[in-house]
C-alpha cells in the first residue's frame, strides 16, 4: 500500500489501477506551472478518451431502451452535462487529486489545487495517461467507475439544455427579439478573472446580470437568471 508520502501512489490506489509506467501517472499530475515535462498534452488526449467513452456509453444505453429516446443534439447535450470542467472538477475533488498534483511555486501559493479548471484538466490527463499505460478497456473502465453514478442519474435529455438556448427558444416562441449579450466588467488577477455579463431583452425592458469565470459562464448565469425573471412576470400576471 502507497504510503501518504507518497501521493502520486496513493492517488493511483485511488483510481484502482496499477500503473505499468508510473512516470505516466507523475506527467499527468504535473501542471505546467511545475515544468516543460507537463500533463497538457495528455490532457487533450483524455479528453478525447473521455468523450469517446461517454458518448459510447449513450448511444448504448439509449439503443437498449436504458436512457429515454432522444435526437444527436440530446445526446450531445448529455455528453456535455458529464464531460465539462465542473463534473470532471467535482470527481477530481472526491478522488483527493489535489493532494497529489505538482504545481509551480506560484500556484502553489495561490491555491491551484483547488481550482477547478486544473482540477479538471488534471483528471483528463490521468484518463489519458491509463489509455497509454495500458490501451482503451482500462481507460473505459476508469471513465465509467468515475462517471458511472452520473451517468446513471442524468435527468430528461430536455432539461439538459443550457439557459442560453433555452432563453433563446422561449423567446422564439414568443415571437420576441432574441436577447444581447454584454460584458459589465471583468474582475481579478489575470489567473484567477471574474466576468460580469448583462443579459438584455430590449422589447421587454428588462435586464438581468451573470457572474462566472469566463463571458460564456457569465452568459448562462445571465440566462438563467431572465428566465427566472420571466417566470416572476408571469406568475405576477
Known amino acids: 500500500m502507497a504510503q501518504a508520502s507518497d501521493p502520486v501512489g496513493s492517488f493511483a490506489e485511488r483510481i484502482g489501477h496499477r500503473f505499468g509506467d508510473r512516470s505516466l501517472l ?17 490532457e487533450f488526449l483524455g479528453d478525447a478518451v473521455l468523450g469517446l467513452v461517454v458518448a459510447d456509453a449513450l448511444f448504448r444505453g439509449r439503443a437498449a431502451g436504458v436512457i429515454d429516446d432522444g435526437d444527436e443534439g440530446e445526446l450531445s447535450r448529455r455528453r456535455a452535462s458529464l464531460v465539462n470542467e465542473r463534473t470532471l472538477a467535482e470527481v477530481a475533488s472526491e478522488l483527493e487529486l489535489g493532494d497529489a498534483i505538482k504545481l509551480g511555486p506560484g500556484e502553489l501559493k495561490s491555491g491551484g489545487f483547488r481550482r477547478g479548471s486544473i482540477l479538471a484538466d488534471a483528471l483528463e490527463a490521468v484518463v489519458g495517461a491509463v489509455y497509454l499505460d495500458a490501451g482503451l478497456d482500462p481507460a473505459r473502465a476508469l471513465t465509467l467507475r468515475l462517471l458511472g453514478p452520473r451517468l446513471a442519474a442524468l435527468p430528461p435529455a430536455g432539461t439538459l439544455k443550457d439557459p442560453k438556448t ?11 427579439a432574441l436577447p ?37 459562464d457569465g452568459e448562462q448565469t445571465a440566462a438563467a437568471a431572465m428566465l427566472a425573471r420571466l417566470e416572476q412576470e408571469r406568475a405576477d400576471g
Open 180 to 216: 444581447a449579450y454584454a460584458v459589465a466588467a471583468v474582475e481579478g488577477a489575470d489567473h484567477d478573472q471574474t466576468f460580469r455579463v448583462a443579459c438584455r431583452v430590449e422589447s421587454l425592458g428588462l435586464m438581468t446580470e451573470g457572474v462566472g469565470k469566463s463571458r460564456r
Open 166 to 176: 433555452r432563453l433563446q427558444e422561449r423567446l422564439q416562441r414568443d415571437g420576441i
Open 26 to 42: 507523475e506527467r499527468a499530475l504535473t501542471h505546467r506551472s511545475a515544468g516543460r515535462d507537463n500533463n497538457e498534452r495528455l
